[in-house]
């Protein structure tokens, strides 16, 4: 796969992303205005166990309005995911993952929702991009530990 983008009105663009979780041996970089979709912090949290390295960067100014975004982020420090919280500035609005062994990045405007990704029902009217280009992952992966380093 170079590149697909996955319409969340006609197909079920989670199963891919379930499966890039599963199937990632090297390490995890997520990032989320919010998850209410208890399927991936439960594949996020199987892989971290297994020993994959998974880093989360999070907003929990979400919780106000998600609040079932506070108990998956709860269930990431229970398992002792590294986790840091975007607090100033404008909300986390970046929603991807990024899978290292694979070279392959996920993102898109829907959140990690249980219908925004097309799951039991068809989605929001989302489209979700996988891309393995290099120039893309790369790009993603500095920002991600730009962010990550940024403690201010």
């Not at 979400?62 to 506070?70: C, F, L």
């Not at 609005?93 to 694979?102: D, E, I, R, V, Y």
Request: aromatic content about 12%.
């Amino acid at each position: 796969m170079q590149e697909r983008l996955c319409d969340t009105q006609l197909e079920n663009c989670r199963a891919p992303l379930l499966n890039l979780i599963r199937n990632e041996q090297q390490g995890i970089d997520v990032a989320f205005w919010y998850m209410t979709d208890a399927w991936y912090s439960i594949e996020i949290i199987k892989r971290w166990k297994a020993g994959v390295p998974v880093r989360v960067l999070v907003d929990t100014r979400a919780n106000v309005k998600y609040t079932v975004n506070a108990q998956r982020l709860q269930d990431l420090k229970d398992a002792g995911i590294p986790m840091r919280n975007k607090a100033s500035g404008t909300n986390l609005h970046w929603k991807m993952m990024l899978f290292n062994g694979q070279n392959t990045v996920e993102f898109s405007k829907a959140n990690y929702g249980p219908y925004a990704f097309g799951g039991e029902r068809p989605g929001d009217d989302e489209a979700v991009y996988f891309s393995t280009d290099s120039n893309l992952t790369n790009s993603f992966r500095t920002r991600f530990d730009d962010l990550w380093i940024d403690t201010t």
